[in-house]
């Protein structure tokens, strides 16, 4: 067997129900030199036995449970492909995803990799034809355009800094690339990408594809909808950045740091409350408050927790 172009590494964990489809997105590429590599993290839901008629063309690691970026650094140790790219068990590419993005890495030696638009769908309707058309601050960066993608003429580090655009699902990545800038940091729980992209996006080589190379799928399991994990996430991904490079960022990029943690304590205030635990609740209003002192929601929820209802629960 031949070292394959591309390694599609797709990290699962219960999502058996979804996974076919993901497959079959995958293998209905218009450009098809390519290896796929499923990572079961540990699924309960009999994935494995779902995914065996695919044997024959998938390979299958099974690991412990040790979360999605645990999963997808197991799949570029085992990939053996010049490019790597990531594709969630519950979401689909389109058709010619490959097609548009290797040939374009290929002819482009200096790039380190590129990403895309992507659509945002449910089981009942489309929610987002283009997630990137209102991402302001992404469309205002300066490009000029080549075979349908943008090569950017200034740093797209501030626009993502702030919007937080680029869907791991979108990208396509030279292998050196991902080995040069290490892997995730698994600390960092939702927002590890996220996370992963404030320390290496200044010193990359990125185009855009313009055009939606993934469907992105909305259900109640996401990660991205467990609002306690991801503002939790918020947390320590800006506290850690205003540690390592606040001090050498622009004063705008720490106030918005400082804000958003402030946000993720507030949110995570109203969440303990909820949840009747209104000792916690006051501790993240209290949180919240110390970075942002401006932050008024928090003094009323706070000042609420107080009151004899609110004592009561």
Partial sequence: MGTPTVS???????FGHFILEALESAFAQTYQDFEVIIVDDGSTDGTPEIVAPYLDRVTLISTDHQGHTA?????VAASRGRYIC???ADDLYTPDKLELQV??????????FVFSDYSCFDE????????????YRFQQVPYRKENGHRLFLEPLYEAYFYERFILPGTLLLRREYVIET???DHSVGAKVFYSRM???????NIAYTDAVTVRRRWHGDNISLMNDVVNTSIVQVYERFLQVRGYEMPIAYRRHAVRR?????????????????ISRGRSHFWRSLRMWPLKWRAYVALLASFLPRAAAK
Avoid: C, K
């Fill in 8 to 14: 599609v590494i797709i990290p699962t964990h219960n």
């Fill in 71 to 75: 999963a997808r650094d197991v799949g």
């Fill in 86 to 88: 990531f594709l969630d």
């Fill in 103 to 112: 040939p374009f890495l290929e002819a482009h030696p200096e790039i380190d």
């Fill in 124 to 135: 009942t309707s489309v929610h987002s034809e283009s997630w990137m058309a209102n991402r």
């Fill in 182 to 184: 290490g892997v995730y």
């Fill in 198 to 204: 404030l320390y290496t996006l200044d010193r990359s």
């Fill in 261 to 277: 943690i402030s946000d993720a304590q507030y949110r995570l205030g109203l969440a303990a409350v909820r949840d009747l635990d």
